[in-house]
């Protein structure tokens, strides 16, 4: 007779630390393949039998979950703020980037491109790239003196406080100057299923910064990892007994691969590649004739169309730089094959692992179309319970001047006395970048964007539910926020309220045209 199992009342919980992220991977998925308990399976497995058994179940038999269970820490240090905004791209991400408000990106340094022969295009880079510098540094400072003198500090304000939010004030204005070459430093932590992902996106990117930067996170992930405790370690061992350091040193100071087997087959995205370029080859040929429409900061797309339209309208939409409203009208007006065709542009090269195109995640109730200035895009494009498809940098669209109704009456910019030398700035890097994107080098069209400054508008369609519309929209509308997205929230809530009256009681927002407090954070 079978024995019966017994009454077992006593949950145990344990915080795991000191497992490699490969072997931690194993360990869990020995859960759904062995009683074993988390102790008894960390004691018996090593690094190679975890590399034996990734390669036989991740691999070979393709149960891809197991790699969301080996989480990877990166620091990316030194990147672009174009090659930052295509890295974090991905629904499932954590980590953080540097600030805009915060610090002075003066000592950042910036990205230089590639541009072979076309020395006259890259010494005009590099002066528009210095302007853009030197225009940042001085508005600052015009605009931090300007607030100092139009708000006292309270008696019970500490004077660094006082002067560290004003100082973040300004920086909200002078950001708009910082060119997308501008180098930043993030961090971020991911599972290997989505780092093999981001992996392959960014390897088949047409920016040649952001191909590489594909390149080092695979080989920061398949090489020896940096050990934050070596030096300590290392010390330690020297104090030991002759005896015992070889076998100390062993244990201690071994090399840690963090996913040497599970991103090592990761390889350029060939359907991404693909799919992009018909894509973009079908818009041209469909929106020729339409120029894009630049006149609504947000506009909320009723829902009229069947999920057909909706599936090509935003496909083409992502390659494209029209209103979505527009280009939904225009191919709910196609004959049925026609829009049928589109959908087939987005699928027809899809691999047996690949995941349809972000496009694809469609019925959405609530499509908000927004078109802003990409420094507070930067920080809307955090919001990723949505789903957010994003158009290409271009100049297209123009740039957006600080909307800083909030730092005071008036035009922040002329209270300051830096308009002229600000709007100056920001034409002579448009004119930069349509001369440069004429040019000879071996990426013309992408050198291009980087000089192109924060303060130029980039279009992005958020998908969302209630829920996520009431949540950003009372967050971003906070008084603590930057002008920049502040308006958007509000103008969310506005459109939101435009269509569906009876529920905008629920938004607990605050009227961006309403003056705040600046020395709140």
């Given at each position: 007779m079978?024995?019966?199992p ?8 344990l ?8 072997v ?10 062995s009683?074993?308990?988390?102790r008894?399976?960390?004691a ?8 034996q ?9 393709g149960?891809r ?8 820490a990166?620091?990316v ?6 090659a930052?905004?295509e ?8 980590g953080?980037?540097r600030?805009t ?11 230089l491109p ?12 590099k ?8 225009g940042?540094?001085?508005?600052t ?25 004003l ?24 599972n ?5 992902t ?37 010390e330690?061992?020297g104090?030991?007994?002759?005896e ?10 071994r ?9 090592k087959y990761?390889?350029a ?6 799919a992009?370029a ?5 818009a ?5 004739t339409i ?15 069947s999920?057909?339209v ?18 939904r ?15 087939d542009?987005?699928l027809?090269h ?10 694809f ?5 609530l499509?908000f179309?927004?078109l802003?200035?990409i420094?507070?895009?930067?920080d ?5 319970r949505?789903?957010?498809v994003i ?5 297209l ?5 600080p909307?800083?109704?909030?730092l005071?009456?008036g ?5 300051a ?7 100056a700035?920001?034409?002579s ?9 004429a040019?000879?080098s071996?990426?013309p ?5 980087y000089?192109?400054?924060?303060a ?7 998908k ?13 509308s ?5 002008f ?9 809530y ?8 009876t ?19």
């Amino acid at each position: 007779m079978s024995s019966q199992p017994e009454a077992r009342n006593q949950t145990e919980v344990l915080a795991v630390h000191g497992a490699d992220p490969e072997v931690m991977a194993y360990a869990m998925a020995k859960y759904s393949r062995s009683a074993l308990s988390m102790r008894e399976a960390l004691a018996e497995i090593s690094a190679q039998r975890a590399e034996q058994f990734l390669n036989t179940f991740y691999f070979q038999y393709g149960h891809r979950s197991i790699a969301d269970l080996a989480h990877i820490a990166f620091a990316v240090e030194r990147l672009s703020m174009i090659a930052a905004i295509e890295l974090v791209d991905e629904q499932r991400w954590d980590g953080q980037e540097r600030s805009t408000r915060y610090q002075n990106f003066l000592k950042s340094g910036w990205y230089l491109p590639a541009f072979g022969s076309d020395s006259a295009n890259e010494a005009l880079y590099k002066d528009v790239i210095h302007s853009l510098f030197e225009g940042y540094e001085f508005t600052t400072s015009a605009v931090f003196e300007s607030l100092k003198k139009r708000i006292n500090r309270p008696a019970d304000v500490d004077e660094g406080y006082y002067t560290r939010t004003l100082k973040a004030r300004a920086f909200d204005v002078s950001r708009y100057l910082l060119p997308l070459a501008t180098n930043t430093s993030l961090g971020q932590i991911v599972n290997a299923r989505t780092l093999e992902t981001q992996v392959s996106r960014l390897l088949a990117h047409p920016t040649a910064e952001v191909r590489e930067l594909g390149n080092k996170l695979r080989d920061a992930a398949t090489g020896p990892a940096w050990d934050a405790n070596l030096k300590a370690r290392a010390e330690l061992i020297g104090k030991l007994p002759v005896e015992l350091r070889e076998e100390a040193a062993a244990l201690l100071t071994r090399e840690v691969k963090a996913a040497p087997t599970l991103v090592k087959y990761a390889e350029a995205n060939v359907y991404l590649g693909k799919a992009r370029a018909e894509l973009q080859t079908a818009a041209r040929e469909l929106l020729a004739t339409i120029p894009p429409a630049n006149n609504k900061v947000v506009d909320l797309v009723e829902r009229t169309e069947s999920l057909e339209v909706e599936l090509a309208a935003t496909l083409l939409y992502s390659a494209s730089h029209h209103g979505y409203r527009q280009v939904r009208d225009l191919v709910a007006a196609l004959p049925e094959a026609r829009v049928l065709e589109i959908i087939d542009l987005g699928l027809q090269h899809r691999g047996r692992h690949d995941e349809a195109l972000r496009a694809f995640h469609a019925g959405a109730a609530l499509r908000f179309d927004i078109l802003m200035d990409i420094g507070g895009f930067r920080d809307m494009h955090r919001h990723r319970r949505c789903t957010q498809v994003i158009q290409g940098i271009t100049p297209l669209h123009g740039y957006e001047l600080p909307d800083a109704g909030d730092l005071g009456e008036g035009d922040i910019l002329e209270i300051a006395g830096v308009k002229p030398h600000f709007v100056a700035a920001l034409d002579s890097a448009f004119a930069a970048s349509t001369k440069i994107a004429a040019g000879h080098s071996p990426e013309p069209r992408e050198n291009a964007r980087y000089v192109l400054p924060l303060a130029t508008r980039i279009r992005s369609l958020f998908k969302m539910d209630f829920a996520e519309a009431q949540y950003i929209s009372e967050l971003r509308s906070g008084p603590a926020g930057h002008f920049s997205y502040r308006r958007v929230a509000w103008l969310m809530y506005q459109e939101f309220a435009r269509q569906h009256p009876t529920l905008a009681k629920h938004f607990r927002v605050t009227d961006f045209t309403q003056p705040i407090d600046l020395l709140k954070r």
